[in-house]
């Protein structure tokens, strides 16, 4: 933090960062476009879909998760990019973890909103 950068100013200038990251990922991370899309026609439907807060929160929270987690994945292969080109075991270890990532929530959201879906209607 830099100094005066306390309190408010700090709030401010983090919210800044913070956009300016979505900003950068919505231009430059294809699977982060797709995933927002999908986020964007879905939100609307958990509303309709789920029965009450907690599941509301359960099928819009898995549309965020897959979100964070693209996010800190993009930054993940932006970082091992910086590096250098060349192959290496661990940059690509990295990389093929950080899509496990993606991929784990992905299958967590999609087995949310199944079950959801399920319980409403077919229990």
């Not at 509301?56 to 080109?85: F, H, K, Q």
Request: glycine share 8%.
């Amino acid at each position: 933090m830099k100094p005066g950068h306390r309190g408010w100013r700090h709030l401010i200038h983090s919210t800044h960062y913070s956009l300016k990251g979505l900003k950068a990922a919505f231009r430059n991370e294809a699977a982060f476009r797709q995933e927002l899309g999908l986020c964007l026609v879905l939100l609307p439907l958990a509303l309709w879909l789920g029965r009450g807060p907690v599941e509301w929160i359960l099928l819009v929270g898995s549309c965020l998760l897959v979100l964070i987690v693209e996010l800190l994945n993009s930054a993940i292969e932006s970082v091992v990019d910086r590096i250098g080109p060349e192959r290496h075991e661990l940059s690509g270890r990295a990389k093929d973890i950080g899509s496990a990532a993606v991929m784990l929530a992905l299958l967590l959201a999609g087995l949310t909103w199944a079950l959801v879906a399920w319980q409403r209607f077919f229990a």
